[in-house]
Protein backbone atom coordinates (compact mmCIF):
# COMPACT_ATOMS: atom_id res chain seq x y z
CA UNK A 1 0.00 0.00 0.00
CA UNK A 2 0.89 3.39 -0.73
CA UNK A 3 1.69 6.24 2.18
CA UNK A 4 -1.09 8.74 3.18
CA UNK A 5 -1.54 11.35 0.46
CA UNK A 6 -3.47 14.11 -0.75
CA UNK A 7 -6.45 13.18 -3.24
CA UNK A 8 -8.70 14.80 -5.46
CA UNK A 9 -12.28 15.49 -4.83
CA UNK A 10 -14.60 12.54 -6.87
CA UNK A 11 -16.76 14.55 -9.84
CA UNK A 12 -19.95 15.47 -8.24
CA UNK A 13 -23.35 12.95 -8.57
CA UNK A 14 -21.26 10.90 -10.49
CA UNK A 15 -22.40 7.13 -10.51
CA UNK A 16 -19.73 4.65 -9.83
CA UNK A 17 -20.14 1.20 -11.50
CA UNK A 18 -18.49 -1.22 -9.61
CA UNK A 19 -17.75 -4.48 -10.47
CA UNK A 20 -19.27 -7.04 -8.01
CA UNK A 21 -21.84 -4.83 -6.91
CA UNK A 22 -24.80 -6.41 -9.08
CA UNK A 23 -27.96 -7.77 -7.38
CA UNK A 24 -27.82 -10.93 -6.28
CA UNK A 25 -30.73 -13.31 -6.41
CA UNK A 26 -31.03 -13.67 -2.57
CA UNK A 27 -32.25 -9.86 -1.64
CA UNK A 28 -35.39 -11.43 0.05
CA UNK A 29 -32.82 -13.12 2.68
CA UNK A 30 -31.82 -9.46 3.19
CA UNK A 31 -35.20 -7.67 3.67
CA UNK A 32 -36.81 -10.39 6.05
CA UNK A 33 -35.74 -8.64 8.92
CA UNK A 34 -36.57 -5.46 7.53
CA UNK A 35 -39.54 -3.38 8.75
CA UNK A 36 -40.42 -0.68 5.74
CA UNK A 37 -43.59 -0.81 2.84
CA UNK A 38 -44.40 2.41 1.64
CA UNK A 39 -44.57 3.23 -1.72
CA UNK A 40 -41.02 3.39 -2.04
CA UNK A 41 -40.71 0.09 -1.83
CA UNK A 42 -39.64 -2.27 -4.67
CA UNK A 43 -39.17 -5.49 -1.84
CA UNK A 44 -41.72 -7.19 0.46
CA UNK A 45 -41.54 -7.65 4.20
CA UNK A 46 -43.89 -8.99 6.32
CA UNK A 47 -42.87 -6.56 9.35
CA UNK A 48 -45.51 -3.86 9.71
CA UNK A 49 -43.89 -0.79 8.96
CA UNK A 50 -43.77 2.85 10.50
CA UNK A 51 -46.16 4.25 8.09
CA UNK A 52 -48.64 1.61 8.89
CA UNK A 53 -49.00 2.31 12.71
CA UNK A 54 -51.21 4.82 14.34
CA UNK A 55 -49.60 8.42 14.57
CA UNK A 56 -51.13 10.92 16.99
CA UNK A 57 -52.40 13.80 15.53
CA UNK A 58 -50.89 17.22 14.82
CA UNK A 59 -51.56 20.17 13.31
CA UNK A 60 -48.86 22.36 14.96
CA UNK A 61 -45.74 21.50 12.94
CA UNK A 62 -42.66 20.75 15.27
CA UNK A 63 -39.49 21.32 15.63
CA UNK A 64 -36.81 21.03 12.58
CA UNK A 65 -33.03 19.69 12.95
CA UNK A 66 -30.91 23.41 11.79
CA UNK A 67 -30.93 23.53 8.36
CA UNK A 68 -27.03 22.87 6.55
CA UNK A 69 -25.72 25.62 4.79
CA UNK A 70 -25.64 25.87 1.17
CA UNK A 71 -22.74 28.32 1.58
CA UNK A 72 -19.76 26.52 -0.46
CA UNK A 73 -16.87 28.68 1.76
CA UNK A 74 -14.17 26.97 2.81
CA UNK A 75 -13.93 27.28 6.62
CA UNK A 76 -11.47 26.47 9.16
CA UNK A 77 -10.59 27.03 13.05
CA UNK A 78 -10.09 30.41 13.46
CA UNK A 79 -6.82 31.61 14.57
CA UNK A 80 -6.09 31.18 18.63
CA UNK A 81 -9.87 29.27 19.32
CA UNK A 82 -10.26 28.27 22.52
CA UNK A 83 -12.87 25.48 23.29
CA UNK A 84 -15.65 27.00 25.86
CA UNK A 85 -18.01 24.52 26.99
CA UNK A 86 -21.73 24.28 26.14
CA UNK A 87 -22.48 21.39 28.37
CA UNK A 88 -21.00 19.42 30.86
CA UNK A 89 -21.56 16.41 32.95
CA UNK A 90 -22.95 14.02 30.12
CA UNK A 91 -22.30 10.51 30.64
CA UNK A 92 -20.98 8.29 27.21
CA UNK A 93 -22.66 10.88 25.21
CA UNK A 94 -22.66 9.54 21.61
CA UNK A 95 -24.83 11.63 19.07
CA UNK A 96 -25.91 15.17 18.80
CA UNK A 97 -29.28 16.69 16.86
CA UNK A 98 -29.70 20.87 17.00
CA UNK A 99 -33.02 21.63 16.53
CA UNK A 100 -34.12 25.48 15.33
CA UNK A 101 -35.97 26.12 18.26
CA UNK A 102 -33.08 26.30 20.36
CA UNK A 103 -32.68 23.37 21.58
CA UNK A 104 -30.10 19.88 21.09
CA UNK A 105 -30.79 16.21 21.62
CA UNK A 106 -28.45 13.94 22.76
CA UNK A 107 -27.72 10.35 22.84
CA UNK A 108 -25.86 8.65 25.71
CA UNK A 109 -25.34 5.46 24.63
CA UNK A 110 -24.99 3.04 27.52
CA UNK A 111 -27.97 4.34 29.61
CA UNK A 112 -30.07 4.14 26.09
CA UNK A 113 -31.29 7.89 27.70
CA UNK A 114 -32.61 10.84 25.49
CA UNK A 115 -31.67 14.41 27.45
CA UNK A 116 -32.09 17.89 26.03
CA UNK A 117 -29.87 20.93 26.02
CA UNK A 118 -31.73 23.54 26.51
CA UNK A 119 -30.90 27.11 25.22
CA UNK A 120 -29.55 28.21 28.69
CA UNK A 121 -27.51 25.64 28.62
CA UNK A 122 -29.13 23.30 31.01
CA UNK A 123 -29.68 19.61 30.80
CA UNK A 124 -32.61 17.35 31.25
CA UNK A 125 -33.96 14.29 30.90
CA UNK A 126 -36.30 13.76 27.59
CA UNK A 127 -36.82 9.78 27.99
CA UNK A 128 -35.29 6.21 28.05
CA UNK A 129 -35.83 4.06 25.41
CA UNK A 130 -36.80 0.69 26.49
CA UNK A 131 -35.06 -2.08 25.11
CA UNK A 132 -31.26 -0.66 24.87
CA UNK A 133 -28.46 -3.51 25.16
CA UNK A 134 -25.29 -1.73 26.10
CA UNK A 135 -22.13 -3.73 25.77
CA UNK A 136 -18.77 -3.04 24.16
CA UNK A 137 -19.53 -0.74 21.86
CA UNK A 138 -23.17 -1.01 21.33
CA UNK A 139 -26.41 0.28 23.22
CA UNK A 140 -27.93 4.12 21.75
CA UNK A 141 -26.23 5.38 19.33
CA UNK A 142 -27.48 7.90 16.44
CA UNK A 143 -29.88 10.34 16.33
CA UNK A 144 -31.63 12.31 13.41
CA UNK A 145 -34.96 14.55 13.55
CA UNK A 146 -37.40 14.50 10.58
CA UNK A 147 -39.58 17.53 10.72
CA UNK A 148 -43.37 17.55 10.54
CA UNK A 149 -46.93 17.18 12.25
CA UNK A 150 -45.67 16.04 14.13
CA UNK A 151 -41.75 15.82 13.89
CA UNK A 152 -39.91 12.46 14.80
CA UNK A 153 -36.90 11.72 16.76
CA UNK A 154 -35.44 8.66 15.10
CA UNK A 155 -32.80 6.69 17.15
CA UNK A 156 -30.39 3.74 16.37
CA UNK A 157 -30.03 1.31 18.41
CA UNK A 158 -28.94 -1.96 20.34
CA UNK A 159 -31.06 -4.81 21.29
CA UNK A 160 -30.74 -8.61 22.35
CA UNK A 161 -31.73 -9.82 18.91
CA UNK A 162 -30.15 -6.99 16.84
CA UNK A 163 -29.09 -3.36 15.49
CA UNK A 164 -32.10 -1.02 14.64
CA UNK A 165 -34.26 2.31 13.81
CA UNK A 166 -36.75 3.37 15.52
CA UNK A 167 -38.61 6.75 15.97
CA UNK A 168 -41.17 8.29 18.51
CA UNK A 169 -42.61 12.05 17.60
CA UNK A 170 -41.32 14.47 19.76
CA UNK A 171 -43.95 16.36 22.05
CA UNK A 172 -44.05 18.97 24.47
CA UNK A 173 -42.43 22.45 23.98
CA UNK A 174 -38.29 23.63 24.24
CA UNK A 175 -36.90 22.81 27.71
CA UNK A 176 -39.88 20.46 27.97
CA UNK A 177 -39.32 17.94 25.08
CA UNK A 178 -40.42 14.37 25.56
CA UNK A 179 -41.22 11.59 23.47
CA UNK A 180 -44.69 10.02 22.05
CA UNK A 181 -44.86 6.06 21.31
CA UNK A 182 -41.42 4.57 19.73
CA UNK A 183 -42.31 2.03 16.35
CA UNK A 184 -39.85 0.72 14.69
CA UNK A 185 -38.52 1.78 11.37
CA UNK A 186 -35.90 -0.34 10.17
CA UNK A 187 -35.02 -4.04 12.02
CA UNK A 188 -32.42 -6.80 11.43
CA UNK A 189 -29.11 -5.17 11.42
CA UNK A 190 -26.29 -7.20 12.64
CA UNK A 191 -25.10 -6.33 16.19
CA UNK A 192 -22.05 -7.17 18.54
CA UNK A 193 -20.30 -5.61 21.67
CA UNK A 194 -17.98 -4.06 18.42
CA UNK A 195 -18.41 -2.46 15.66
CA UNK A 196 -21.96 -1.54 15.36
CA UNK A 197 -21.72 1.43 13.09
CA UNK A 198 -24.61 3.61 14.02
CA UNK A 199 -24.74 6.59 12.59
CA UNK A 200 -28.03 8.06 10.93
CA UNK A 201 -28.79 11.38 8.93
CA UNK A 202 -31.46 12.54 6.59
CA UNK A 203 -29.57 13.14 3.48
CA UNK A 204 -30.24 16.34 0.98
CA UNK A 205 -32.67 13.90 -0.81
CA UNK A 206 -34.89 13.46 1.81
CA UNK A 207 -34.04 9.76 2.72
CA UNK A 208 -32.70 8.27 5.92
CA UNK A 209 -28.92 6.89 5.66
CA UNK A 210 -27.78 4.42 7.88
CA UNK A 211 -23.69 3.49 8.57
CA UNK A 212 -23.66 -0.11 9.63
CA UNK A 213 -20.94 -2.04 11.06
CA UNK A 214 -19.66 -5.75 10.06
CA UNK A 215 -20.77 -7.17 13.93
CA UNK A 216 -17.90 -8.42 14.33
CA UNK A 217 -18.03 -10.98 11.12
CA UNK A 218 -15.73 -9.52 8.28
CA UNK A 219 -17.77 -12.24 5.94
CA UNK A 220 -20.18 -9.93 6.18
CA UNK A 221 -19.04 -6.58 4.30
CA UNK A 222 -18.85 -8.47 1.32
CA UNK A 223 -22.71 -10.07 1.39
CA UNK A 224 -25.06 -8.41 -0.14
CA UNK A 225 -27.60 -10.33 1.86
CA UNK A 226 -26.02 -9.19 4.82
CA UNK A 227 -27.28 -5.42 6.20
CA UNK A 228 -23.68 -5.38 8.05
CA UNK A 229 -20.82 -3.78 6.99
CA UNK A 230 -22.96 -1.02 4.49
CA UNK A 231 -24.40 1.94 4.05
CA UNK A 232 -27.82 1.85 4.03
CA UNK A 233 -30.49 4.03 2.63
CA UNK A 234 -34.14 4.06 2.91
CA UNK A 235 -37.48 5.96 2.97
CA UNK A 236 -38.35 8.12 6.32
CA UNK A 237 -41.03 4.84 7.06
CA UNK A 238 -37.73 2.20 6.15
CA UNK A 239 -39.27 1.14 2.62
CA UNK A 240 -36.54 0.80 -0.44
CA UNK A 241 -35.87 3.44 -2.78
CA UNK A 242 -36.91 2.91 -6.20
CA UNK A 243 -33.48 4.37 -7.11
CA UNK A 244 -31.43 2.42 -4.76
CA UNK A 245 -28.43 1.10 -6.94
CA UNK A 246 -29.57 -2.32 -5.91
CA UNK A 247 -33.23 -3.21 -7.34
CA UNK A 248 -35.23 -4.13 -3.79
CA UNK A 249 -31.89 -3.40 -1.33
CA UNK A 250 -31.72 -1.03 1.26
CA UNK A 251 -27.70 -1.15 0.42
CA UNK A 252 -25.99 1.83 -1.19
CA UNK A 253 -22.76 0.65 -0.53
CA UNK A 254 -20.76 -2.25 0.71
CA UNK A 255 -17.15 -3.40 1.67
CA UNK A 256 -17.26 -1.13 4.99
CA UNK A 257 -15.59 -2.38 8.40
CA UNK A 258 -17.43 0.24 11.05
CA UNK A 259 -18.25 3.51 9.56
CA UNK A 260 -19.73 5.90 11.99
CA UNK A 261 -19.42 9.14 10.22
CA UNK A 262 -21.51 10.58 7.44
CA UNK A 263 -22.28 13.99 5.89
CA UNK A 264 -22.82 16.06 2.75
CA UNK A 265 -21.17 19.17 1.59
CA UNK A 266 -22.25 22.07 0.17
CA UNK A 267 -22.20 20.89 -3.17
CA UNK A 268 -24.53 17.49 -2.13
CA UNK A 269 -21.54 15.22 -2.22
CA UNK A 270 -21.99 11.91 0.09
CA UNK A 271 -18.80 11.47 2.51
CA UNK A 272 -18.33 8.03 5.23
CA UNK A 273 -15.40 7.62 7.78
CA UNK A 274 -14.42 4.60 9.35
CA UNK A 275 -12.23 2.66 11.20
CA UNK A 276 -9.54 0.37 9.96
CA UNK A 277 -8.24 -2.72 11.75
CA UNK A 278 -4.59 -2.81 12.44
CA UNK A 279 -3.29 -0.48 9.10
CA UNK A 280 -5.79 2.19 7.51
CA UNK A 281 -8.87 4.34 8.77
CA UNK A 282 -10.54 5.98 5.87
CA UNK A 283 -12.34 8.97 4.40
CA UNK A 284 -14.39 7.73 1.44
CA UNK A 285 -16.08 9.43 -1.03
CA UNK A 286 -20.32 7.77 -0.86
CA UNK A 287 -21.04 6.87 -4.53
CA UNK A 288 -24.14 4.24 -5.22
CA UNK A 289 -23.28 0.63 -5.79
CA UNK A 290 -19.37 1.21 -4.62
CA UNK A 291 -17.78 -1.51 -3.20
CA UNK A 292 -15.19 -0.13 -0.60
CA UNK A 293 -12.88 -3.60 -0.21
CA UNK A 294 -13.23 -4.63 3.23
CA UNK A 295 -12.11 -7.35 4.44
CA UNK A 296 -10.13 -7.94 1.03
CA UNK A 297 -8.40 -4.59 1.13
CA UNK A 298 -7.75 -1.91 4.14
CA UNK A 299 -6.63 1.36 3.17
CA UNK A 300 -5.02 2.37 -0.95
CA UNK A 301 -3.93 -0.87 -2.63
CA UNK A 302 -6.86 -2.29 -4.37
CA UNK A 303 -4.54 -3.68 -6.82
CA UNK A 304 -2.67 -5.66 -4.61
CA UNK A 305 -1.98 -8.62 -3.37
CA UNK A 306 -5.58 -9.93 -4.09
CA UNK A 307 -5.54 -9.18 -7.66
CA UNK A 308 -8.46 -6.67 -7.34
CA UNK A 309 -7.79 -3.86 -9.36
CA UNK A 310 -10.89 -1.80 -10.47
CA UNK A 311 -13.31 -3.44 -7.88
CA UNK A 312 -13.08 -0.87 -5.00
CA UNK A 313 -12.95 2.27 -4.66
CA UNK A 314 -9.92 3.54 -2.80
CA UNK A 315 -10.29 6.38 -0.06
CA UNK A 316 -9.78 9.90 -0.19
CA UNK A 317 -7.61 9.99 2.91
CA UNK A 318 -6.23 7.35 5.28
CA UNK A 319 -4.83 7.57 8.44
CA UNK A 320 -2.93 5.55 10.59
CA UNK A 321 -5.30 3.34 12.90
CA UNK A 322 -3.79 4.92 16.28
CA UNK A 323 -3.74 8.60 14.97
CA UNK A 324 -7.45 8.98 14.03
CA UNK A 325 -10.48 6.30 14.90
CA UNK A 326 -12.80 8.54 13.13
CA UNK A 327 -16.51 8.77 14.19
CA UNK A 328 -18.22 11.55 13.41
CA UNK A 329 -17.95 13.92 10.59
CA UNK A 330 -20.31 16.69 9.52
CA UNK A 331 -19.27 19.77 7.00
CA UNK A 332 -19.80 23.17 6.96
CA UNK A 333 -19.41 24.50 3.10
CA UNK A 334 -16.46 22.54 1.31
CA UNK A 335 -15.07 21.82 4.70
CA UNK A 336 -15.54 18.51 6.25
CA UNK A 337 -14.62 18.06 9.93
CA UNK A 338 -14.02 14.16 11.40
CA UNK A 339 -14.41 13.66 15.11
CA UNK A 340 -11.43 11.11 16.20
CA UNK A 341 -11.73 8.51 18.89
CA UNK A 342 -8.09 7.12 19.40
CA UNK A 343 -5.78 10.12 17.86
CA UNK A 344 -7.91 12.42 20.46
CA UNK A 345 -8.25 15.34 17.52
CA UNK A 346 -10.14 17.15 15.38
CA UNK A 347 -9.89 16.68 11.55
CA UNK A 348 -10.10 19.77 9.79
CA UNK A 349 -10.32 18.37 6.00
CA UNK A 350 -10.12 20.67 2.93
CA UNK A 351 -11.50 18.87 -0.27
CA UNK A 352 -11.81 22.33 -2.91
CA UNK A 353 -13.79 21.38 -5.43
CA UNK A 354 -11.66 19.87 -8.64
CA UNK A 355 -8.46 20.14 -5.97
CA UNK A 356 -7.00 17.33 -3.42
CA UNK A 357 -8.28 16.73 -0.38
CA UNK A 358 -5.66 17.44 2.63
CA UNK A 359 -5.94 17.26 6.77
CA UNK A 360 -5.09 19.32 9.43
CA UNK A 361 -5.15 18.05 13.03
CA UNK A 362 -6.83 20.42 15.48
CA UNK A 363 -6.75 20.01 19.26
CA UNK A 364 -4.17 17.84 19.42
CA UNK A 365 -1.44 17.46 21.82
CA UNK A 366 -1.17 19.24 24.40
CA UNK A 367 -4.33 20.79 23.30
CA UNK A 368 -6.37 17.41 23.23
CA UNK A 369 -10.17 17.20 24.45
CA UNK A 370 -9.15 13.58 24.82
CA UNK A 371 -11.67 11.08 22.68
CA UNK A 372 -13.97 13.72 20.36
CA UNK A 373 -16.89 11.19 18.96
CA UNK A 374 -18.79 13.46 17.23
CA UNK A 375 -19.06 17.13 15.49
CA UNK A 376 -21.67 19.26 14.05
CA UNK A 377 -21.86 23.41 13.25
CA UNK A 378 -22.94 24.98 16.08
CA UNK A 379 -24.60 28.41 15.89
CA UNK A 380 -23.50 32.07 15.01
CA UNK A 381 -20.28 30.56 12.97
CA UNK A 382 -19.02 28.09 15.50
CA UNK A 383 -18.48 24.49 15.56
CA UNK A 384 -19.52 21.86 18.26
CA UNK A 385 -17.02 19.13 19.62
CA UNK A 386 -18.87 16.28 21.57
CA UNK A 387 -16.34 14.34 24.06
CA UNK A 388 -16.11 10.65 24.66
CA UNK A 389 -13.85 10.02 27.40
CA UNK A 390 -16.73 8.75 29.71
CA UNK A 391 -16.86 5.57 27.37
CA UNK A 392 -14.50 3.37 29.10
CA UNK A 393 -11.53 4.07 26.79
CA UNK A 394 -11.02 7.21 27.53
CA UNK A 395 -9.37 9.30 30.48
CA UNK A 396 -12.23 11.52 32.11
CA UNK A 397 -11.71 14.60 33.39
CA UNK A 398 -13.50 16.71 35.71
CA UNK A 399 -16.44 18.31 33.93
CA UNK A 400 -16.57 14.94 31.82
CA UNK A 401 -18.08 14.33 29.35
CA UNK A 402 -18.98 17.75 27.52
CA UNK A 403 -19.75 19.69 24.64
CA UNK A 404 -17.65 22.47 23.40
CA UNK A 405 -17.74 25.45 21.13
CA UNK A 406 -15.00 26.78 18.96
CA UNK A 407 -15.48 29.63 16.38
CA UNK A 408 -14.53 28.80 12.70
CA UNK A 409 -13.52 31.46 9.89
CA UNK A 410 -13.05 31.34 6.13
CA UNK A 411 -9.91 30.21 4.85
CA UNK A 412 -7.79 33.16 3.41
Given at each position: MTRDRPRHRPAR???VVVAG????????????????????STGTSSSRSASDAAAPVETTPGPGPVAPTTDTTAVRVADGAEPTDVATGLEAPWSVVRLDTGSSLISLRDSGRVVELTGDGSVRDVATLDGVVHQGESGLLGLAV??????YLYAYLTTADDNRIVRAPLTGEPGSYGLGSVEDVFTGIPAARNHDGGRIAFGPDGMLWATTGDASD????????????????????????????????????????????????????????EFGQDTWDELNSLAPGANYGWPEV???GSSGAS????????????????????????????????????????????????????????????ESLGR??????????TLWLLTNNTDGRGDARQGDDRIVSVPLQPVD
Open positions: RARAAVTTSLALLLAGCTGGDEALAGSPSDTASQDETSLGGKVLRMSPTGAVPSDNPMPGSPVWSLGHRNPQGIAWDAWGGGWVAEGRGSSGRFLEPVLQWRTDQASPSGLTAVGSTLFLAGLGGEALFEIQVPEGGEATSTERFSGDIRDVLPGPDG
